[in-house]
Nanobody, 123 residues
Framework: QVRLVESGGGSVQAGGSLRVSCLVS????????LGWFRQAPGKEREGVAA???????ALTDSVKGRFTISRDNAKNTLHLQMNNLKPEDTAMYYC?????????????????WGQGTQVTVSS
């Protein structure tokens, strides 16, 4: 079983930065892919970033150049550094883990989910 706990959300003004983190517990062989998703009220869950056990990463187009995904294997932690935040980045951010190796930004790829952390960006 894999458990994910997010932290680090909050409120920031447009142009500011936040880092959200996800503590992952469980056998690393059970989660070859890690990802960040977000969901704004009234909208579908959107894939933001993914990273696999080889360190390869992918970002959705709307956050390229602003967000960075990273993982600290020694601390079993996943991070999402978010810079130059925009009001449209406001959402609940979820950490996800998948048993298969891949960089897919679709929810169906992932098997385990955290409870989410809120990010609010004001204009």
């Amino acid at each position: 079983q894999v458990r994910l706990v997010e932290s680090g959300g909050g409120s920031v003004q447009a142009g500011g930065s936040l880092r959200v983190s996800c503590l992952v517990s469980g056998d690393p062989r059970n989660y070859l892919s890690l990802g960040w998703f977000r969901q704004a009220p009234g909208k579908e869950r959107e894939g933001v970033a993914a990273i696999d056990s080889n360190g390869r990463s992918a970002l959705t187009d709307s956050v390229k150049g602003r967000f960075t995904i990273s993982r600290d294997n020694a601390k079993n932690t996943l991070h999402l550094q978010m810079n130059n935040l925009k009001p449209e980045d406001t959402a609940m951010y979820y950490c996800a883990a998948g048993r298969r190796l891949g960089l897919y930004l679709v929810a169906d790829w992932y098997n385990y989910w955290g409870q989410g952390t809120q990010v609010t960006v004001s204009s």
